[in-house]
RNA sequence: GUGGGCGUAGCUCAGUUGGUUAGAGCGCCAGGUUGUGGUCCUGGAGGUCGCGGGUUCGACCCCCGUCGCUCACCCCA
């Protein structure tokens, strides 16, 4: 009558951030919405899920994050329904049903689906911020996406990453390079890694990127993306490099860097941290996706964006340094002891942090030997003391809890200029 | 999807060739004479040894299965 309650657990691949490491992630994110305000973006909150056909259309039908790694589920009315892999294609899905005045600016910072198998740095929701800029293909918005995301890594207290940019070039040129590889691809099948001789010809793009020996070895004498880009693709990433050169962006041509989504075009770039060794080193990625407002069934719009993983910053700062980010301030500024009997700490409280101070307490009636303890672990700047003598004489005993000096570390204020005095301690 | 390693208290881990009531440290709770934390001392709570089956007089230990964690391949953040 009484079934075992059964161990539920976090689904395969998904974790839960609580404290201390939530602190991490909430300075992560603080730091990054900061950052974003400050080069004029917006916030942009967008559904988990979608219409598959967003993603599909977005990302590319035969890339292998649709076809193997989405959650695709029809819901109760019959709809087909995919939750994100990714941040960019249901920001851009939002700015085509919207049409937002542009140049459209937005960040966000969302949780993103794949079901993959979880190892070091990948899980099956992990979560990103990023950035989308929509309506302009200036070189100056290629260089300030990807100028934020440099700086914020540095703000972040990371020292040891490298930017990997290429140009994809336009549909057109893009696509004479696509024929042109693959009749070189083709010409040379058989001496492919085994995976790609079998698969080459669907992605040709994708052997560039394989690094098996093989591979690397026909590629490397085969043509190279930026030297068929047409001129006008090459005098736009020229501009991008020169500025990044000029900004002290140091950034690192591969030509062979092609990235996972087929939305891409002209300015493609990818962050990976030497920190993190094996695979999952990438801590971030981007680029210019000048045709995907109109598959979308948009106005056609150009577009560029960058999305970064949370996780794996935060992996990245932890091999980076043993302190943690501490860019907000989240220490208790005091805590109520009370061992009147009688809950005086409710309505002290109440006024304690109905003027900005942050306060906590002990609950169940514990000993003042308890509350002490309670009030050390807190972490909190005072001790508010309340007992009987104080309450009897209408006042409160302030203790700082980082002194150590018994006789000089406690002082009486009245009851009813606690805040006040509580305040003036704070600011000196 | 394929393969390797690992599952013993909240955490980190011991557990001798299979042998009685499964241990430690940290953490948590309570005390150390009636109002003071961070040190110290004492005591206490907390475990169906991941789960299921098998071998055995007897299993945390051996075997099989299963689930989970973890790492790698693939791909990506």
Redesign the pocket.
């Known amino acids: 009558m009484n079934p075992?309650p059964q161990?539920f657990?976090?689904?395969?691949?998904?974790?839960d951030v609580i404290g201390p490491d939530s602190a991490q992630w909430e300075n992560l994110i603080a730091l990054f919405a900061e950052t974003a305000y400050r080069y004029g973006f917006e916030l942009a909150i967008s559904p988990l899920f979608e219409d598959v056909g967003v993603f599909n259309r977005g990302i590319g039908e035969n890339?292998?994050?649709a076809t193997k790694?989405m959650y695709v589920f029809e819901d109760r009315g019959g709809r087909t329904l995919a939750l994100r892999?990714?941040g960019t294609a249901s920001v851009v899905r939002a700015f085509v049903q919207h049409q937002p005045t542009t140049p459209w600016k937005a960040w966000y910072v969302t949780p993103?689906f794949?079901?993959?198998?979880?190892?070091?740095?990948?899980?099956?929701q992990?979560?990103?911020i990023g950035v989308e800029v929509l309506g302009t293909d200036d070189p100056a918005v290629d260089v300030e996406v990807i100028t934020m995301a440099w700086r914020f890594f540095a703000a972040l207290g990371l020292t040891r990453y490298r930017l990997l940019i290429n140009s994809m070039g336009h549909d057109e040129c893009r696509g004479a390079y696509v024929k042109l590889l693959r009749d070189f691809l083709g010409a040379h099948a058989s001496e492919l890694c085994e995976?790609?001789q079998k698969v080459w010809s669907e992605n040709p793009l994708?052997v560039l990127?394989?690094?098996?020996p093989a591979c690397i070895d026909v590629t490397t004498g085969g043509p190279m993306l930026p030297d068929h880009i047409c001129d006008d693709c090459r005098t736009h990433f020229s501009a991008v490099l020169g500025s990044l050169h000029d900004l002290g962006v140091e950034a690192t041509l591969n030509p062979r860097l092609?990235?996972?989504?087929d939305y891409y075009t002209r300015t493609t770039f990818?962050?990976?941290a030497d920190a993190l060794?094996?695979?999952?080193?990438?801590?971030?990625?981007?680029g210019r996706y000048d045709k995907l407002a109109e598959q979308l069934g948009g106005k056609p719009t150009s577009g560029i964006g960058f999305?970064?993983?949370?996780?794996?910053?935060l992996l990245t700062r932890a091999a980076e340094s043993d302190r943690p980010l501490e860019l907000l301030n989240r220490t208790l500024d005091c805590f109520v002891?009370d061992?009147t009997g009688v809950d005086s700490a409710t309505v002290l409280l109440d006024e304690l942090r109905s003027a900005g101070i942050a306060a906590d307490r002990a609950y169940?009636n514990?000993?003042?030997?308890?509350q002490?303890?309670?009030?050390?672990?807190s972490g909190a700047r005072f001790?508010v003391?309340?007992?009987?003598?104080?309450?009897?004489?209408g006042e409160v005993?302030i203790?700082?809890?980082?002194?150590?000096?018994?006789a000089q570390?406690?002082q009486t204020a009245p009851r009813n200029d606690v805040v006040t005095t509580i305040s003036n301690l704070l600011t000196k």
Do not use: W
Request: aromatic letters at 6%; a positive charge; one cysteine or more.
């Open positions: 075992q161990n657990r976090a689904p395969v691949g998904t974790h890339s292998e994050v790694e892999p990714e993103a794949r079901y993959e198998r979880p190892q070091a740095g990948r899980y099956r992990h979560h990103q995976d790609h994708r990127d394989c690094k098996k092609v990235r996972g989504f990818e962050f990976v060794d094996g695979a999952q080193n990438a801590i971030g990625g981007g999305g970064c993983g949370i996780e794996r910053l002891v061992t169940d514990r000993s003042m030997k308890s002490m303890k309670a009030a050390d672990r001790a003391l309340l007992g009987p003598q104080e309450l009897a004489a005993t203790r700082d809890l980082r002194s150590e000096d018994f570390s406690q």
